[in-house]
């Protein structure tokens, strides 16, 4: 049986989960990720390429949303256990 992971390692193997399996560095580098900025890349892409291209842009842009949450909801934890030493 295996032990369970703790939060900060699950949050660690999701990282460099999201962040190896993703080709379009531009998108996940940047905490400027923007449900806007999204759609738009979406029709640019399915104006390029169709349905094809269309559903590889949504896979990058749904890992991109996801390590923008992952940051985010790491620096919550990080500032409530910052929080709860003083």
């Known amino acids: 049986m295996r032990a369970a992971l703790s939060g900060t390692e699950l949050t660690e193997r999701i990282d460099d989960s999201v962040a190896n399996s993703v080709g379009n560095s531009d998108i996940i580098n940047s905490n400027r990720w923007t449900l806007v ?21 949504l896979a990058q842009e ?25």
């Open 37 to 57: 900025a999204a759609q738009q890349r979406l029709a640019q892409a399915y104006e390029e390429g169709g349905v094809s291209r269309w559903s590889e842009q």
């Open 62 to 86: 749904a890992e991109a949303e996801a390590r923008v949450e992952l940051a985010r909801r790491t620096a919550a934890v990080q500032e409530f256990q910052h929080d709860a030493k003083k």
